[in-house]
């Protein structure tokens, strides 16, 4: 039972770099969803997507692209790390009936910009 | 502009102890979740309220909602070591099909020996 599942789980970035975090789930949910997690702020949402093709922002997007180009797939990307984007990410998702239904996390992925 | 506010952030308890954390948020919604993390660790859901007055209950943990207060009451009873983690209460923000969560800033909860 995979569930959601995050790609890398750590990675150290330099000021200026790129890289996609990749999110997978195998429940065949509607709904796929970018948080990030900095300390004592809770979570917040990044970019979420209400199904193949499309993608909005939640809010904290700027800094941030996304794609879903498979149902199964929410890839986030960072075109220019910078030292403020250090922080936790968890990738979501959940079913079409969201609204009464939780969220089910991946297990984050640990990001650091020197 | 929706915000969720929990307390205590901290909460230091013994075993065998009743304790209560908060969850309150700034303007109307009827979907309040609770979740535990774990350090290091995801987030696992532990309820889902759905409509005023809505009591919902697992093992030593039970979680209510007052919509009309903008409540969400998580409250342990004799606390155990086990229990000690984070817990986020987390409001759906109204408005389209989709749950856009606005979370509390967590509580972290250790229950001593």
């Known amino acids: 039972n995979a569930g959601v599942t995050q790609t890398p789980k750590f990675r150290v970035l330099k000021t200026g770099q790129s890289m996609t975090l990749l999110c997978a789930q195998d429940m065949n949910h509607e709904y796929m969803y970018w948080y990030r997690q900095d300390p004592g702020m809770g979570l917040r949402l990044i970019h979420y997507?209400?199904?193949?093709?499309?993608?909005a922002k939640g809010e904290v997007p700027d800094g941030y692209n996304v794609s879903r180009l498979k149902k199964q797939n929410f890839l986030l990307g960072l075109e220019s790390a910078a030292p403020s984007q250090t922080s936790v990410y968890f990738c979501?998702?959940?079913?079409?009936?969201?609204?009464?239904?939780?969220?089910?996390f991946g297990d984050g992925t640990r990001l650091s910009i020197l | 502009e929706l915000k969720v506010e929990q307390n205590p952030l901290f909460l230091s308890m013994q075993e065998g102890k009743n304790y209560t954390i908060y969850c309150n948020y700034s303007t109307t919604s009827d979907r309040l979740y609770w979740y535990r993390q774990d350090p290091g660790k995801s987030l696992e859901s532990l309820f889902v309220?759905?409509?005023?007055?809505a009591v919902k209950q697992e093992g030593r943990l039970m979680a209510s909602l007052d919509t009309k207060a903008r409540l969400s009451t998580l409250h342990i009873t004799a606390a155990v070591h086990d229990l000690s983690a984070t817990y986020f209460c987390?409001?759906?923000?109204?408005?389209?099909?989709?749950?856009?969560?606005?979370f509390g800033t967590g509580t972290l909860l250790a229950v001593q020996p």
């Open positions: 997507s209400v199904g193949e093709g499309t993608t």
């Open positions: 987390a409001v759906d923000r109204r408005g389209g099909a989709t749950n856009k969560l606005i």
């Open positions: 309220l759905l409509s005023n007055g």
């Open positions: 979501a998702s959940s079913y079409v009936t969201g609204r009464n239904q939780p969220q089910h």
